[in-house]
């Protein structure tokens, strides 16, 4: 008697043939979301941190991918990026890469494996358990970018909080709530818990 494997992340449901190539077009895929979600973009001028749907795409991508392809995913944005215009407000290469907000792109991708992780540990099924998930993920890139945005913009720990984290918080809330919303909601659709 033969049993059907119970899913362990989103995509393990999607209707894509399981192809040596089912891995890298979804890697490929959250890696263009994400290189779209950059280019909506909201200067402040006070910052030169940008308002983006970035966040939104990394939780997602990690909630639905799964730890190792999220983090892949993020991290092929991120390489792309030095190549193509793909990095927030269609800006490319190493500068910006390495520039303010090099820390918040490195912190996307841990972001994305350690959602990813939580999903893989069934966090992504109940709004619950989701909307935290999600938030964690944020909390990871400011972890990563504030420092980074300290060290290369010369501020205090204190100016890096108050330009680097506190205008982004509402934003990020919503958009954790978006999609701490929609992996329970696409789990209950899928019916496949």
Known sequence: MSTIAQPVVYSDTLPIPRIKARSAILVVGFALLTALAAQIEISLGFTPVPLTLQTLAVVVAGATLGSRLGAMSIGLYMLAGLVLPFYAGGEKGWEYATGATGG????????????????????????????????FGSAVVYAFGAPWLAHIADLSAVQAVEKGIEPFVVGDFVKSIVAGGLMPLAWKITDRK
């Not at 996307?108 to 992780?117: F, N, Q, R």
């Open 104 to 135: 918040y792109l490195v912190g996307m991708i841990v972001a994305a494996y350690l959602v990813g992780l939580l999903a893989e540990r069934r966090q992504d099924r109940s709004v619950l358990t989701s909307i935290p998930a999600m938030l």
